[in-house]
């Protein structure tokens, strides 16, 4: 590798991350949580 590459590539820096994607919830689904059944008892 030539020389001026391998210096570029020890001066790169990683580009940012993009933005993380909202966690999902029962809403976003229509579900209302409070009062949504569930087919296997959680324990709750």
Do not use: H, S, V
């Given at each position: ?12 820096h ?8 909202p966690?999902?919830g029962?809403e976003?689904?229509?579900?209302d949580?409070?009062e ?9």
């Open positions: 590798m030539p020389g001026y590459l391998r210096e570029a590539f020890k001066g790169a990683p580009e940012p991350d993009e933005e993380p994607e966690e999902e029962p976003d689904f229509g579900i949580p409070d949504a059944t569930y087919k296997y008892d959680t324990g709750d």
